[in-house]
Structure formats: structure tokens, C-alpha cells
Nanobody, 114 residues
Framework: QVQLVESGGGLVQPGGSLRLSCATS????????MAWYRQGPGKQREWVAS???????VHAASVRGRFTISRDNAKNAVYLQMNSLKPEDTAVYYC????????WGQGTQVTVSS
């Protein structure tokens, strides 16, 4: 079973940047699509970005041009570079792994506030 551990969250001022990391276990990482989701206060969980096993990224309209998803198959890791952060980006960010047994990480808190 794939296990996912997110890191890199924290408190940042509007306009700032953070880089989230998701470390995965299991040798199937390289053949799974990966994604980031987020859940803001009082909101439903929403999709943020995905990346295929070949490294093709797709981003939600709300973050396009500000966030970038990437992966390093050699390190079994996926990343989310977040720039020009806004207060509305405040949420718990979750890493997701596809494949025959989809898995979620425990989440990492991102707070954007002055």
C-alpha cells in the first residue's frame, strides 16, 4: 500500500511562496498519476493540480500561473510550488496517488495571512 507524507506547509504573507513536498513509499510511484487537493475552512475538498506518470501537469484555473506541480520519480516525490499566494489559498493541502489503490496523505496546513 502506498503511503504519502506531505511537508512544507506553514504561515506566509500574501504574495509569498511555499513549496510543498509529498514523499511516497512503494516502487509503484513512477507509474501512478499524482495530484494535490486542498480543503479550506468550511469548504469541500477541491482539486488543485495533477501530474501524469510521464510528467504532464494540469492545474486548476484558480491556481494556474501561480502554482506548479512537478515530480521526481527517482526520489518518489511530488511537489507543489506555490507563488503569489492569496488569503483564499489558505487550506489543508493533501497529496493523492492514483493507481489500483488510490491513497491520500495526512495533509499539511497552509495559511496565507498578514
Amino acid at each position: 500500500q502506498v503511503q504519502l507524507v506531505e511537508s512544507g506547509g506553514g504561515l506566509v504573507q500574501p504574495g509569498g511562496s511555499l513549496r510543498l513536498s509529498c514523499a511516497t513509499s512503494g516502487s509503484i510511484f513512477s507509474i501512478n498519476a499524482m495530484a494535490w487537493y486542498r480543503q479550506g475552512p468550511g469548504k469541500q475538498r477541491e482539486w488543485v493540480a495533477s501530474i501524469t506518470s510521464e510528467g504532464r501537469p494540469v492545474h486548476a484555473a484558480s491556481v494556474r500561473g501561480r502554482f506548479t506541480i512537478s515530480r521526481d520519480n527517482a526520489k518518489n516525490a511530488v511537489y507543489l510550488q506555490m507563488n503569489s499566494l492569496k488569503p483564499e489559498d489558505t487550506a489543508v493541502y493533501y497529496c493523492w496517488s492514483g493507481g489500483s489503490t488510490p491513497a491520500w496523505g495526512q495533509g499539511t496546513q497552509v495559511t496565507v495571512s498578514s
